[in-house]
């Protein structure tokens, strides 16, 4: 898979995508990320990016010739599947679109800022609005990090349990289950004694009663 991301502080981005999973995955060659500085596009000597909005109000916004410049720039060099925008009004990212997300070769992830973009880079070269949660960031930088890593980790050869991503929460629209590891007793608190019988049949139906009961006193939306 291949992502490109377009941002006007791409800086922002560097560090995430060099370490821990998705180090992995562009060592392995399953996975390749390109950052493009939108203001290598801006008109002008000053390489400008954004103008006032028509009709006034405060804020911002990021001007469609430089967005074109740059979206054309990597359309003539390959084909993808998505161009996506990052912005508080999309579509709220969850794990079915992460999956679906996944399975695709090429996107392309413009990062919003200021206050946004020229609705006409919405209207004629997005083909995906995402938002990952009903809050405003500075910018579309670090949910661009978040949105990546949620589809890169899904990609088979990523990580080292392959299984892992599958049983996490609301890949069944349910919540995961409680979680323990060792010792088995720390200050007087145990761990449930099912997990300790080696009996994996009791073991998954536990797990898949935890499950719906944590869904149920946290997500009830979910078992809708």
Same mark, same amino acid.
């Given at each position: 898979?291949?992502?490109?991301i377009?941002?006007v502080?791409p800086?922002l981005?560097?560090?995430?995508?060099?370490h821990?999973?998705f180090?992995?995955a562009?060592e392995?060659?399953?996975a390749a990320?390109?950052?493009?500085?939108?203001r290598q596009?801006?008109?002008?000597?000053?390489k400008?990016?954004?103008?006032?909005?028509f009709?006034?109000?405060?804020?911002?916004v990021?001007m469609?010739?430089p967005?074109?410049?740059?979206?054309?720039a990597l359309?003539?060099?390959?084909?993808?599947?998505?161009?996506i !925008?990052l912005?508080?009004?999309?579509?709220?990212?969850?794990?079915?679109m992460?999956?679906? &997300? %996944?399975?695709?070769e090429?996107? @392309?992830?413009l990062?919003?800022?200021?206050?946004?973009v020229d609705?006409?880079?919405?209207d004629h070269?997005?083909?995906?609005?995402i938002s990952?949660g009903?809050y405003v960031?500075?910018?579309g930088?670090?949910?661009?990090a978040?949105?990546?890593d949620?589809?890169?980790?899904l990609?088979?050869?990523v990580?080292s349990?392959?299984?892992?991503a599958l049983?996490?929460?609301?890949q069944?629209?349910l919540?995961a289950p409680?979680? !323990?590891t060792r010792p088995?007793e720390?200050?007087?608190?145990?761990v449930?004694?099912?997990? &300790? %019988?080696?009996?994996t049949?009791? @073991?998954?139906?536990w797990r898949e009663?935890?499950a719906?009961?944590?869904?149920?006193?946290?997500r009830?939306?979910l078992?809708?």
């Amino acid at each position: 898979m291949r992502i490109d991301i377009i941002a006007v502080v791409p800086e922002l981005l560097q560090s995430p995508f060099e370490h821990s999973i998705f180090k992995r995955a562009v060592e392995k060659g399953l996975a390749a990320v390109h950052f493009h500085d939108l203001r290598q596009y801006g008109l002008g000597n000053y390489k400008q990016i954004d103008d006032y909005s028509f009709g006034g109000g405060a804020g911002m916004v990021l001007m469609i010739e430089p967005i074109d410049a740059c979206i054309s720039a990597l359309k003539a060099e390959r084909t993808y599947d998505e161009v996506i !925008y990052l912005t508080p009004d999309g579509e709220t990212l969850s794990q079915p679109m992460a999956n679906a &997300l %996944s399975l695709k070769e090429n996107i @392309i992830i413009l990062c919003g800022h200021y206050k946004g973009v020229d609705q006409r880079v919405r209207d004629h070269f997005v083909t995906k609005e995402i938002s990952i949660g009903d809050y405003v960031l500075s910018g579309g930088e670090l949910a661009a990090a978040v949105l990546s890593d949620a589809i890169v980790r899904l990609i088979p050869g990523v990580l080292s349990d392959e299984t892992s991503a599958l049983t996490d929460s609301f890949q069944d629209n349910l919540l995961a289950p409680p979680i !323990y590891t060792r010792p088995a007793e720390y200050k007087g608190w145990k761990v449930p004694d099912i997990l &300790l %019988s080696g009996n994996t049949p009791l @073991i998954e139906n536990w797990r898949e009663e935890q499950a719906y009961k944590r869904t149920e006193e946290r997500r009830p939306d979910l078992l809708q």
